[in-house]
């Protein structure tokens, strides 16, 4: 075969492969880059928590209601975190058989016991002093499924009162979080910090 028909054949051949391939091609769905669904924000994961009042180990008649005012401020301004659910301390009092709530606190487990007959998954548990115008608050996270303390829940603030009282609490509600692993949005912590300062001023009026 003369070598100038053989150049041609194969270049006729070479034409013919490529149209197969590009009719073939065109006959088959073009698959469409799908772009994965949005993910939402992260769950919410809701812990079940709640305020004992607190117990008083030094101070006066004057302030030994003080507890139940520290817990009813606390209470009320982690209800502004999303991804707590915190119980009313009435709802402690209806299920405790211990008309002083706060001597729950001086037992670890008797606090335990009540939270786990509540369901609840954490308890903050304290105590404070108040000697003059100074004030000390511990506080503590139980957690209520490892019938023990939370890991670097524990916490200590010492202030005058009742000058040091809000910042005190607002220090209070943020170690909780941190203990809890909790990072609070924007405008939650905004609320925390106006929602203890105004349940400060009402609780000193209550209770003091």
Known sequence: MPKCLQSRLLILVSVLLASSIAVSQSGRPHSRATSSPTKSSKPTVSINLAVIPFRQTVGSAETANLGQGIADSLTNALKSVSTLA?????ALYKASTDEHLGDI??????????????????LVVGSYQSVGDQLIIEARI???????VLPNSAVSLNGRFPSDYPSMLT???SKILAALRIQPTLAETRNLRASSSSSSAEALAAYN
């Not at 915190?86 to 009435?90: F, L, P, Y």
């Not at 939270?115 to 609840?120: K, N, P, S």
């Not at 139980?142 to 023990?148: F, H, M, R």
């Open 86 to 90: 915190v119980a009313d301390v009435d």
């Open 105 to 122: 606190a001086t037992k670890d487990e008797d606090a335990i016991r009540l939270g786990r007959e509540l369901g609840l998954a954490m």
């Open 142 to 148: 139980l957690n209520v499924a490892e019938n023990g």
């Open 171 to 173: 220090q209070l509600n």
